[in-house]
């Protein structure tokens, strides 16, 4: 059924994952919540599959649907028990039908909703009945990668069904975070065809009571592309595609004047970019990735590159009707067209709402910066001139290769390289980094993210030594960042500190494409590891290489997923010696100072 070794991440819980983590909750976390979902009653509505399944005639004035939010299943008694069936099913999507794989058969599949410290309960059934392997990856969660938690190594064949556990640490991020297959290949295409939903580890406002009845939007933004009733294996992110909220065109999004709403948006789609703009309205933003920002972060528009989260306040404006929009993107001489598009339409009307403040004070939250890194590592993102291989320190993804080893109590500094004229996404797998630099510049500190985007490189008359490009997206002589020339460099903190990561995961750029085709590397976080783990190269080490060789992409045939099944045998191994070493009294294992978040 699977490959994966079997050890529980709570083989060492009582004394390891649950007893003796390290506290590194906000304060606010342990406030009592009275969010009306704390009562958790496993609920499915199913409001949206009757509208999915309903003939849509478009996106004109007259016929724009009414905004829902996707169906939810809550958590009961500490425990969110689940089953999604991934099956092929023919739905009317944006008034286009279409055949495709669904979870449970909604386009908008159900947000699952549970508080930390619960436990997650989810059996995958995969009936694709294609041949097509899939999986489950938790994104975002700060929980253990190994099976039968969120292992993205794990395979589930067709008529396979496979069981996750997974333990929410009780001092877990509240917010938003998401569920997608992440079988390498064919993640792109699983996630195209619209398997993908949300996840709220509740609840993002519980430091401020006065928000608790304001209304909640939940939105997933994702496209799909439809060519003879089928989604192409794999979709071209150049095509022209159909971008959806919550699988409605252009919904009708009502607020009173002056009304606070909560917007919690998820670009969960498989390549594209949303620059969300509200007509006439300002976004408030208090969470990023699941994690509560550290001050309000307001914004005329707001870039959400693949996979990333915002949770934002509005306040309805004056009377009328406002565009929801996603502003045209430039992705680089080498990137695929992202034109500006209307995603709903905000009605504002009825009677004056009065008495509510937006927040102004914020939990606090560890500023990395304080801390020195136990290692500085760089990683340099590349492409071939035709943009169809993409590599990672000059390698494609080897499902048999761990290409980097950091050990668990470290705080690494991590130097990633954009050497290709199109942006990428950096994402790393089980927590949330700190961005200290971009381009060169230092960044103030507002909070955590688990994904960044990497600002393409291209010539220009300053700088003719980057990326030459043809009309045709072909691009050639492209180099890394340096220090005299530093653009499309960011620059993190990754605080590998709780020991419930402990294991394999991976580090990728997660655009559906590129991660599919080598760019995603196979990352052990373990005990054992020195402090600064020889493999991956240093900063040192790559100012010696100039940035032209730096930039190269090799191709390298990338060996069957199975072949992991070892590897996270090694991990399960890694974890279990650790468990027992400190059950015998040893420490150290972690020696930095609690978290101030
Ligand atoms: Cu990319």
């Known amino acids: 059924m699977t490959t994966t070794s079997t050890i529980a991440a709570d083989q060492c819980a009582d004394t390891v994952l649950r007893g003796e983590r390290w506290r590194r909750g906000f304060q606010v976390r342990h406030r009592p919540t009275d969010r009306p979902f704390a009562g958790q009653i496993p609920t499915l509505c199913l409001v949206l599959a009757s509208l999915l399944l309903a003939p849509r005639t478009g996106a004109t004035a007259e016929h724009r649907p009414d905004f829902v939010n996707p169906p939810e299943i809550k958590s009961e008694n500490g425990v969110l028990e689940t089953e999604l069936i991934v099956a092929p099913h023919t739905i009317v999507v944006g008034g286009e039908k279409v055949t495709t794989n669904l979870y449970n058969g909604l386009f908008a599949p159900p947000t699952l909703r549970l508080n930390p410290g619960d436990t997650l309960r989810l059996k995958l059934t995969n009936q694709k009945g294609e041949?097509?392997?899939?999986?489950?990856?938790?994104?975002?969660?700060?929980?253990?990668?190994?099976?039968?938690?969120?292992?993205?190594?794990?395979?589930?064949?067709?008529?396979?069904?496979?069981?996750?556990?997974?333990?929410?640490?009780?001092?877990?991020?509240?917010?938003?975070?998401?569920?997608?297959?992440?079988?390498?290949?064919?993640?792109?295409?699983?996630?195209?065809?619209?398997?993908?939903?949300?996840?709220?580890?509740?609840?993002?406002?519980?430091?401020?009571?006065?928000?608790?009845?304001?209304?909640?939007?939940?939105?997933?933004l994702r496209d799909i592309q439809i060519k003879h009733g089928r989604v192409p294996n794999p979709p071209d992110p150049g095509d022209p595609t159909m971008r959806l909220v919550n699988g409605l065109r252009n919904p009708t999004i009502p607020i009173k004047p002056g009304e606070v709403q909560l917007w919690r948006v998820g670009n969960i789609g498989a390549d594209i970019y949303y620059d969300l703009e509200i007509e006439g309205h300002k976004i408030y933003e208090i969470a990023r990735d699941g994690v509560r920002n550290t001050q309000p972060m307001i914004y005329d528009h707001l870039l959400l590159p693949t996979s990333s989260r915002s949770e934002f306040l509005i306040v309805g404006g004056e009377p009328g009707q406002y565009i929801f929009r996603t502003r045209e993107i430039d992705m680089g001489p080498a990137g695929d067209p992202h034109p500006k598009t209307t995603l709903g339409t905000l009605v504002v009307s009825g009677p004056k709402q009065t008495g509510i403040k937006l927040p102004e004070i914020f939990p606090g939250l560890q500023d990395l910066r304080t801390v020195t890194p136990c290692c500085k590592r760089v990683f340099d993102f590349s492409e071939t001139p035709d943009g169809e291989q993409f590599c990672i320190n000059n390698v494609q993804t080897d499902m048999s290769v761990v290409n980097t080893r950091v050990r668990i109590g470290c705080v690494e500094e991590w130097t990633i390289n954009n050497c290709a004229a199109e942006n990428h996404v950096f994402h790393h797998h089980q927590l949330q980094f700190q961005v200290v630099k971009k381009n060169g510049k230092d960044v103030p500190f507002t909070g955590w993210q688990d994904t960044v985007n990497l600002d393409y490189r291209a010539a220009d008359k300053k700088h003719p030594n980057r990326c030459k490009c043809g009309s045709d997206g072909n691009c050639t002589g492209c180099t890394c960042p340096t220090a005299d020339d530093p653009q499309g460099s960011v620059v993190v903190l990754v605080p590998y500190l709780d020991p419930v990561i402990t294991g394999n995961s991976v580090y990728h750029c997660h655009i559906g494409e590129h991660e599919d085709n080598g760019m995603m590397q196979i990352i052990s976080v373990s005990p054992d590891a020195g402090r600064c783990e020889p493999g991956t190269p240093s900063s040192v080490d790559r100012e010696k290489i100039a940035s032209t060789e730096r930039a190269s992409c090799l191709k390298r045939r990338k060996k069957d997923h199975d072949d992991h099944a070892a590897l996270d045998r090694f991990a399960a191994d890694l974890l279990a010696s650790w468990c027992s070493a400190r059950n015998a009294g040893a420490t150290g294992v972690a020696s930095f100072s609690p978290w101030k978040r």
């Open 131 to 220: 041949g097509e392997n899939t999986n489950v990856h938790y994104h975002g969660t700060n929980v253990s990668p190994l099976a039968p938690g969120d292992n993205a190594f794990v395979t589930i064949r067709p008529g396979e069904s496979y069981q996750y556990v997974i333990d929410f640490p009780k001092d877990h991020p509240q917010g938003l975070f998401w569920y997608h297959p992440h079988w390498h290949s064919t993640t792109e295409y699983q996630i195209g065809s619209g398997l993908s939903g949300l996840i709220s580890v509740d609840d993002v406002l519980a430091p401020w009571p006065e928000l608790k009845d304001i209304t909640e939007r939940v939105m997933i």
